[in-house]
């Protein structure tokens, strides 16, 4: 059993969860019953993912109850007009073939197509409806969750955002904190070979230190700065290294050491939210 959070809306989500991007068809359903078998009991999916059925799949071949597991999926750029987003909020459900989402994010907020309020009072009103429990978003900076919170009065509960130690979103993550916003780590490895964190050398000499891995060491850093990571992985050895983090501790001073690699053009990608867009 992982260690929990406690969401501002009351909804309690492990502390590490597993992330589906790339998990698609039987393999996708092989590695997520898999992850389930090993003990996730929150997985990350996206309608841009294509994978809301695999994920759907997983969950009805998994011996653990519908109940026990907490599903969250994304709505897509493309879809934020008010009639769009609740109809992709249902289409999401039939694909997975669940009544309902545990969590249900606005996955960019596209700032200069400006229609993430109109699909914020689309993501409130579904909640209202029952199709999703708690209601979040990803990739939103500061300025566009104050403007959540001016225009409709209600603040997320999560905000998934890029981070590793690379890029450690300490801005981000002192404002969340300070609105109640969990913050939640997408590529929290750094997507693995895409930036090659895993092979850092203050990273690779703490494995050695602690006698844990390079994935175990970032993961526990981001449990211990308070934020949630998806880890993905297609390998059960390593889906179970990226959950076994709750019986060892970094101390302040390697807490420190990894909050230091972090550099202001970090980001795997030029996916900057103030400008980037996705559809
Ligand atoms: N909101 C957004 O805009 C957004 C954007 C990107 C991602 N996401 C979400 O975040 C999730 C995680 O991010 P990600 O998939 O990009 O990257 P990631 O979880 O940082 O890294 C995944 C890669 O790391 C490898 N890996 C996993 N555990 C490892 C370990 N212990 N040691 C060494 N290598 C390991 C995996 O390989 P194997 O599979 O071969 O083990 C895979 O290649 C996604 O799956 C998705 O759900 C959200």
Same mark, same amino acid.
């Given at each position: 059993? $992982?260690?929990? #959070? $406690?969401?501002?809306? =009351?909804?309690?989500?492990?502390?590490? =969860? /597993?992330?589906?991007?790339?998990?698609?068809?039987?393999?996708g359903v092989n590695a997520i019953t898999s992850a389930l078998d090993v003990g996730y009991r929150?997985?990350?999916?996206?309608v841009n993912y294509e994978n809301e059925g $695999?994920?759907?799949?997983? +969950?009805?071949?998994?011996?653990v109850p519908r109940e026990k597991i907490l599903v969250s999926s994304k709505l897509p750029g493309r879809r934020q007009h008010y009639d769009d987003a609740i109809a992709t909020i249902e289409e999401s459900? #039939?694909?997975?073939?669940?009544? #309902? /989402?545990?969590? #249900?994010?606005i996955h960019w907020p596209n700032p200069k197509t400006d229609l993430y309020v109109e699909a &914020?009072?689309?993501? +409130?009103?579904?909640?209202? /409806?029952?199709?999703?429990?708690?209601? =979040?978003?990803?990739? /939103?900076?500061?300025?566009?969750?104050?403007r959540l919170e001016k225009e409709t009065g209600v603040m997320p509960v999560i905000n998934q955002v890029e981070l590793h130690p690379y890029f450690n979103q300490a801005d981000q993550r002192k404002f969340d904190t300070e609105h109640h916003i969990l913050t939640q780590a997408w590529s929290p490895l750094g997507r693995s070979t895409s930036n090659n964190v895993l092979k850092h050398p203050e990273i690779v000499a703490l494995a050695e230190k602690y006698h844990r891995s390079a994935g175990?060491?970032?993961?526990? &850093?981001? $449990?211990?700065?308070?934020?949630?990571? +998806?880890?993905?992985?297609?390998?059960v050895a390593r889906q179970r290294q990226n959950l076994n983090i709750f019986d060892f501790e970094l101390s302040t001073e390697d807490m420190a050491t990894i909050n230091a690699i972090s550099k202001p053009d970090g980001r795997i990608r030029d996916q900057d939210p103030a400008y980037y867009e996705e559809f």
């Amino acid at each position: 059993m $992982t260690e929990t #959070y $406690t969401l501002s809306d =009351g909804l309690v989500v492990p502390k590490v =969860g /597993f992330g589906t991007y790339k998990l698609n068809g039987a393999q996708g359903v092989n590695a997520i019953t898999s992850a389930l078998d090993v003990g996730y009991r929150l997985l990350d999916t996206a309608v841009n993912y294509e994978n809301e059925g $695999t994920v759907g799949q997983a +969950i009805a071949r998994s011996s653990v109850p519908r109940e026990k597991i907490l599903v969250s999926s994304k709505l897509p750029g493309r879809r934020q007009h008010y009639d769009d987003a609740i109809a992709t909020i249902e289409e999401s459900l #039939y694909r997975s073939g669940l009544d #309902y /989402f545990d969590l #249900y994010l606005i996955h960019w907020p596209n700032p200069k197509t400006d229609l993430y309020v109109e699909a &914020w009072q689309a993501l +409130i009103a579904a909640q209202k /409806f029952g199709l999703i429990r708690s209601i =979040g978003v990803s990739n /939103f900076l500061p300025a566009h969750l104050e403007r959540l919170e001016k225009e409709t009065g209600v603040m997320p509960v999560i905000n998934q955002v890029e981070l590793h130690p690379y890029f450690n979103q300490a801005d981000q993550r002192k404002f969340d904190t300070e609105h109640h916003i969990l913050t939640q780590a997408w590529s929290p490895l750094g997507r693995s070979t895409s930036n090659n964190v895993l092979k850092h050398p203050e990273i690779v000499a703490l494995a050695e230190k602690y006698h844990r891995s390079a994935g175990q060491i970032i993961l526990r &850093w981001q $449990t211990q700065l308070g934020v949630l990571p +998806i880890p993905k992985s297609t390998h059960v050895a390593r889906q179970r290294q990226n959950l076994n983090i709750f019986d060892f501790e970094l101390s302040t001073e390697d807490m420190a050491t990894i909050n230091a690699i972090s550099k202001p053009d970090g980001r795997i990608r030029d996916q900057d939210p103030a400008y980037y867009e996705e559809f």
